[in-house]
């Protein structure tokens, strides 16, 4: 059984940095599972944020986060990281880290839902 825990939000100014880390946990290698990381601000819907790429493929960004976040993994320690850069308050919200089995596609257009879940991280930007 995957298990996620996510770690390193906060409170940050506008502009500021923040690297969230979640750990996996699996009797199988990270490279069976998809992974990726979502966001759920208050009152709307849940998206995703940036994902690994995959089979080859390159990693994939949201739009408004592209140029400013970096998602990447530690092989040796099962950790994915997604390193924020000048945050704004529109980046507020609880941040996730999800999987699924596989190489599929959970970000971006055609994708389709992570089968695991961790427990999600507060980020909120402001003055």
């Known amino acids: 059984q995957l298990q996620l825990v996510e770690s390193g939000g906060g409170l940050v100014q506008p502009g500021g940095s923040l690297r969230l880390s979640c750990a996996v946990s699996?009797?199988?290698?990270?490279?069976?599972?998809?992974i990726g990381w979502f966001r759920q601000a208050a009152g709307k819907e849940r998206e995703g944020v940036s994902c690994?790429?995959?089979?080859?493929?390159?990693?994939v960004y949201l739009e408004s986060v592209e140029g400013r976040f970096t998602i990447s993994r530690d092989v040796n320690k099962d950790v994915v990281y997604l390193q924020m850069f000048s945050l704004k308050p529109e980046d507020t919200g609880v941040y996730y880290c999800?999987?699924?089995?596989?190489?599929?596609?959970?970000?971006?257009?055609?994708?389709?839902?992570?089968?695991?879940w961790g427990q999600g991280t507060q980020v909120t930007v402001s003055p």
């Open positions: 690994l790429g995959t089979g080859g493929r390159t990693n």
């Open positions: 999800a999987a699924r089995d596989y190489l599929v596609t959970l970000c971006g257009p055609n994708s389709i839902e992570p089968t695991y």
């Open positions: 699996s009797p199988l290698s990270l490279d069976y599972y998809s």
